[in-house]
């Protein structure tokens, strides 16, 4: 299987959780992942993370876990300790259990910046589960058919409670803002304005 079909891009961010170990220490944590043309993935990895200073102090390779589970996200921020992991096949790095696919990788290079690094990952493996159709999260998709919702609510609202109407334009306001910020997809981010600016029209 290659990247692609698992969803990863050269223009839309896919939301992963990268797990490093560096020593006997092992962090996961979510991140956005692009390709680039040179086939490796590129990870953004901002100053004051636990994931940034491993990276930084040497560590050698990862593991991006691919799921859609929301509570997953949520304990690798706020839980860590319910995280359970199971050992990698090609790197130090674990897994985390019950997830849909794993990219392991080696880190290929960084590039160290004021306020953040950037990693470059050579993958070495991937590793799916049997369901077919495993795609990664990305935060555009979801932001467009949200603001649809609240645009389809809008066109209730307008004329029997404009404040919530409004309420409910600054949340498409905010649905173009993550749309932008996760893509830089041309067609994705013509259809988040457009959304927008049909509901100040509307209103």
Avoid: W
């Amino acid at each position: 299987m290659i990247l692609e079909n698992l969803g990863f891009s050269r223009s839309t961010y896919s939301e992963v959780i990268l797990t490093v170990k560096l020593g006997k220490i092992v962090n996961s944590a979510p991140m956005g992942a692009l390709l680039n043309d040179q086939g490796e993935i590129c990870l953004r990895i901002y100053r004051n993370q636990r994931t940034h200073r491993m990276i930084v102090n040497g560590a050698e390779d990862c593991v991006l876990n691919i799921t859609d589970n929301p509570v997953l996200f949520y304990n690798t921020i706020f839980e860590k300790e319910k995280i359970s992991y199971i050992s990698a096949k090609r790197v130090s790095s674990p897994r985390i259990l019950n997830c849909k696919a794993y990219v392991e990788c080696l880190i290929n290079d960084i590039e160290i910046h004021e306020d953040f690094v950037k990693a470059f990952l050579k993958p070495l493996l991937i590793d799916t589960a049997k369901e077919k159709n495993i795609k990664t999260y990305n935060r555009a998709g979801p932001a467009i058919i949200e603001a649809l919702i609240c645009y389809s609510k809008l066109l209730h609202f307008k004329n029997i409670d404009r404040e919530r109407a409004k309420i409910l334009k600054k949340r498409i306001e905010i649905f173009k803002e993550i749309v932008y910020h996760s893509t830089t997809d041309s067609t994705l981010r013509k259809i988040a304005s457009k959304i927008l600016a049909k509901s100040e029209e509307t209103l």
